[in-house]
């Protein structure tokens, strides 16, 4: 039982207690300190999970089995695949909590609950990557959507923002059903919820559990699915993004989707690998439907929160092209794919918190989310122009931005014989994408603004955030290099423990034959 | 290092031009000046310096940039016979194209900022020896070409910048796919290694790769029939960009076919030369035809470009010495002439704010300098002997006829063609009954006027009577293509 393991997550879970508790006790503190305790918080928690960098894989045992050998039947594993999304997680916790600071400190009456929960959110994606079990991913992702539930209502004034939240928690629940109840029919097959267990019991079954199997699959993959907001469980998403606060907003479109992958790309890459011709197919359905419906509901939005949800869709669907990868391919290509796909999910995160930045800076000033509201913002901020186009180009993918780089290779290490159409429509869409984010730059640059506006200057705070992180964007869409390298030592843990059920299991099965020749 | 200190002096003069202060922001003019005159020194040392007749690429300089799994890829820049005028060529429109602007006074730190960044991309794209720098530098354009037509343009302006980065970015989607299927078949992105290499085991055949390839470029050319953006672009532009984009931005299409499409892919470009051919020769005339109705000045000399374009692509199909050196050479007279034409017609505009053939006519008693100019350009467009279009049109037409003669007498009838609607446009814009309506309007007087005209009549005379200078340079470094092709 090695507690040392949690120190990073001890970290976040007390700051968010301590801050809490601060504004319990001292009720007139100023809430945008009560942000920037929470940015030094999660720079805290980053620098805790720093020490777990490149050290040897680790896991936190199942209660109750004793000391259990190690790597075996753990819960959590604590190896460069945690660290990785530790790191992400508070950096985007360390952002958004800037972000929030003057918008928060306008709007609400109490903030402590806000940026506690953010902290304990990021906690939540943290376990969902670590997870070598089920029950404790499922608990991770429950922890992880309660917070998220509570942060979209946050605005109890705000009639859309309560609406939101309650449609995201009605359809949350019911899609944690599914999620639970394919659980279980795993679990019937298996009679185990460890990701090793289910890997070699699924792989000795017998053919006549295939339907509950699949059954099983299908139902994990919609409830993540829904997490994710892939088509066609996405119908939560326009409305929580649009009544959700700003700030949470660019949160539920990283933190949550990011948290999402982490937990399919453990699960499907170690518990589900030898069974993947059950769900692959699945897999490239939901990506395609995923792109398709995100990037052509996007073209008639007039909301730019809304905007945003659909294009977020879409870039799942990309996303979503990395897991049927896994499925179609061997464990080389499940490797360089997710080394990719996590260079994606960064280069995609920082997009999207530049862009963020940038629209909330906007609306502190103006208080409007419509695309037209952006008119002539060229020239009432250029600055903050400049950073919404680049984001939104490194979203369609354009060259020298973040989103070119990371597509080219997700899309370059995806590519098989059996994918190539998933392919092929990736790149349409990726064209498709281009229309919409045209117009949200067309507002900027080409319309005078609207009567009335003059040059506003932009809380300086926000501008260093925001030019940090379109340079971010520049970096990554120029020199990727160290990213991915990163990304890279970051999925070999799961796949070379792949590799290592895979032999266990071709010993188990000689051992069989040669037992019954 | 030279060639990267040429691409650093216009993306420096971007951000400063951009991040001037508002009340000086009229002072953006002479940082663009400042600079495209220095960049045009840089490369004519860089023309002076090169060392021709010798094979291979010079000024070379290679740093390791990304290293992902497949990727490999370079900082890699470099010049040969072929991209050192073209080099020369766009820094020179550069400085015309900033010294038109000079009367722009709307929003011009954004303006020369975008200009510049025009000017980088261009540039890139010619000496790029890595196939992702050279694709990553050909996307770069869009932006500002998208923002320079969409803000300063006129008439359907957002129109046509979209049209514009819609096309361009469905033919390089094409490319991509082309990119990458070559390089990852013979492991580089060098363009030098490329250009040498033997593809196997490609995941779709070489022969669509071409295709792909070709495509890309074609739609950049532009051919017939991908084509319609480009009146569009042009007739809505403001004038520098129109200078631009006929001058330098469509010999990116012709510069990628030699230099990839040709070089790499022999063999095919050898199998479908044929093709080639017909969609060129088919180009040059459906363009004279067409130019032939227009009633906008713009929009004819656009027609026009897209009718000697063709005659790049004749050029190139041909595939001998002597027909890819008068493709190469036209892509350089037509972008002085049309330079020329497009500055002209601007500076009309400027001064009776229609580019309405029928509303214009006997401006040679009005404006008798901007009409020298006009007319000028226009003889050097119809192929005038001792104007520069003549000499690229004769070698063209002699490399190309004896493998496809019927190729070359279709596309003289294109040349025949011209002769019409430049007389018949000189005719009704510069001569004729002379209109009082434009009475008072003034000559040129502005001395950066002066300077950019008197600049491309003196180019377009030199490349007319001294083709060696020019051609010294494209010879040699067609030989190693030639000897792929033949072998």
Not at chain 1, 278 to 283: I, L, Q
Request: with cysteine; aromatic share 12%.
């Amino acid at each position: 039982m090695d507690y040392k393991l949690f120190i990073p997550e001890y970290i976040a879970g007390g700051c968010a207690v301590a801050i809490i508790g601060l504004e319990l006790f001292m009720p007139k503190v100023r809430r945008d300190i009560l942000a920037y305790l929470t940015f030094f918080a999660a720079l805290a928690w980053g620098a805790a999970s720093l020490f777990f960098v490149g050290s040897d894989p680790k896991t936190f045992p199942m209660p109750g089995t004793g000391g259990v050998e190690e790597g075996v039947a753990g819960l959590i594993q604590v190896d460069n695949f945690t660290t990785f999304f530790r790191l992400l997680g508070a950096g985007i916790v360390a952002v958004v909590a800037l972000q929030s600071a003057a918008y928060m400190r306008d709007r609400a009456q109490t903030a402590s609950e806000y940026y506690g929960l953010l902290l304990v959110a990021g906690a939540g994606m943290v376990y969902m990557a670590a997870a070598r079990e089920l029950i404790t991913a499922y608990i991770s992702l429950e922890l992880l959507s309660f917070c998220l539930y509570i942060l979209v209502g946050y605005l109890k004034k705000d009639k859309l923002s309560s609406e939101a939240s309650l449609k995201y928690i009605l359809l949350g629940a019911f899609s944690s059903a599914m999620l639970l109840y394919g659980i279980s029919l795993i679990y019937g097959v298996t009679g185990t919820t460890t990701y090793d267990g289910i890997a070699a019991a699924l792989s000795e079954r017998g053919s006549d559990t295939d339907p509950a199997v699949v059954v099983g699959f299908v139902l994990i993959l919609a409830g993540v699915g829904f997490k994710v907001s892939a088509a066609p469980f996405h119908m939560w998403a326009p409305d929580a993004y649009q009544g959700a606060p700003l700030p949470i907003t660019g949160f539920l479109s990283t933190l949550s989707k990011a948290a999402g992958f982490a937990l399919v790309l453990r699960l499907f890459s170690s518990a589900f690998t030898t069974d993947a011709e059950m769900w692959r197919w699945a897999v490239s359905v939901l990506a395609a439907a995923t792109m398709l419906i995100g990037n052509l509901v996007a073209i008639q939005q007039t909301n730019l929160k809304r905007l945003v949800a659909y294009s977020s869709i879409g870039q799942v669907g990309y996303m979503l092209i990395v897991i049927a990868a896994i499925g179609y391919g061997d464990a080389e290509v499940g490797r360089d794919a997710s080394a990719a796909l996590l260079l994606h999910i960064v280069g995609y995160v920082v997009s999207t918190l530049a862009l963020f930045s940038a629209l909330t800076a906007y609306y502190n000033k103006t208080g409007d989310d419509s695309i037209e509201g952006l008119r002539g913002l060229s020239e009432t901020q250029p600055f903050l122009a400049l950073v919404i186009t680049i984001s939104l180009f490194s979203f369609a993918g354009l060259p020298f931005f973040a989103g070119f780089a990371t597509k080219l290779l997700m899309f370059q290490a995806a590519t098989s014989t059996e994918l190539l159409w998933l392919i092929g429509l990736g790149v349409l869409n990726s064209f498709i994408s281009l229309y919409y984010y045209l117009m949200v730059m067309r507002q900027m640059y080409l319309f005078d603004p609207m009567a009335g506006l003059k040059r506003f200057s932009v809380n300086p705070l926000l501008m260093v955030l925001t030019a940090g992180l379109a340079a971010g964007i520049v970096f990554i869409g120029v020199y990727p290099g160290p990213v991915f390298e990163g990304a890279e030592r970051a999925t070999n843990p799961l796949f070379d423990r792949g590799a290592d059920i895979a032999s266990t299991i071709a010993g188990g099965n000689e051992d069989a034959q040669a037992r019954n020749p | 290092m030279e060639l990267t200190i040429l691409l650093l002096i216009p993306t420096v003069a971007a951000v400063v031009a951009g991040l001037l202060p508002q009340r000086r922001e009229q002072d953006a003019k002479w940082v663009a000046l400042l600079a495209s005159v220095a960049a045009l020194a840089l490369s004519i040392w860089l023309f002076l310096d090169f060392e021709t007749g010798k094979e291979g690429y010079q000024f070379v300089q290679r740093e390791d940039w990304v290293d992902i799994g497949a990727f490999n890829l370079q900082y890699a820049v470099g010049v040969d016979g072929i991209s050192m005028p073209l080099v020369v060529l766009t820094t020179a429109l550069t400085v015309a194209a900033v010294l038109v602007s000079f009367s722009v006074t709307m929003r011009p730190r954004l303006y020369y900022a975008m200009l510049m960044l025009l000017s980088v991309s261009v540039l890139g794209v010619f000496i790029a020896l890595d196939f992702m720098l050279f694709f990553l530098f050909w996307e770069l354009e869009l932006f500002p070409m998208f923002l320079l037509i969409a803000i300063w343009g006129s008439g359907r302006r957002e129109y046509s910048a979209t049209k514009f980065v819609l096309y361009t970015i469905a033919g390089s989607a094409f490319m991509l796919v082309g990119i990458l299927v070559l390089a990852f078949s013979a492991n580089t992105f060098d363009i030098e290694q490329l250009g040498q290499a033997e593809f196997r085991d490609t995941v779709i055949p070489l022969g669509w790769v071409f295709f792909l390839l070709f495509v890309g470029f074609a739609v950049k050319l532009p051919i017939v029939p991908v084509h319609t953006w480009l009146p569009d672009a042009h007739g809505d532009a403001p004038t520098a960009v129109s200078v631009m984009l006929a001058g330098v931005l469509l010999k990116m299409g012709g510069y990628g076919l030699i230099r990839m499409c040709v070089t790499m892919l022999p063999e095919q470009a050898d199998d479908y030369s044929v093709w080639m051919v017909a969609i060129g020769a088919g180009s040059v005339l459906y363009g004279a035809f067409v130019t032939l109705r227009q009633t906008d000045l713009k929009r004819l000399i656009a027609y026009s470009s897209v009718s000697h374009m063709g005659l790049v692509l004749l050029g190139i199909g041909a595939m001998g010495k002597t027909a890819l050196m008068g493709a190469t050479y036209q892509m350089l007279a037509h972008g002085v002439i049309t330079g020329l034409l497009f500055v002209c017609v601007g500076l009309m505009y400027e001064r009776t704010h229609t580019r309405d053939i029928a509303r214009l006519g006997g401006l040679a008693r009005q404006m008798p300098i901007i009409a020298t100019g006009l007319v000028f350009a226009g003889f050097g467009s119809l192929g005038l002997p001792a104007l520069a279009g003549f000499v690229a049109e004769i070698t063209v037409f002699l490399g190309a006829f004896q493998r496809y003669e019927w190729a070359v007498l279709m596309a003289i009838w294109g040349a025949v063609l011209s002769a019409g609607y430049i007389l018949w446009t000189m005719q009704r814009v510069v001569f004729g009954p002379v209109r009082h309506e434009w009475d008072g309007l003034s000559d040129q007087k502005h001395w950066w006027e002066h300077t950019v005209v008197a600049g491309l009549v003196a180019a377009v005379i030199l490349l007319g009577v001294y083709p060696a200078l020019m051609m010294d340079y494209i010879g040699p470094a067609l030989d190693p293509i030639i000897e792929r092709v033949e072998s």
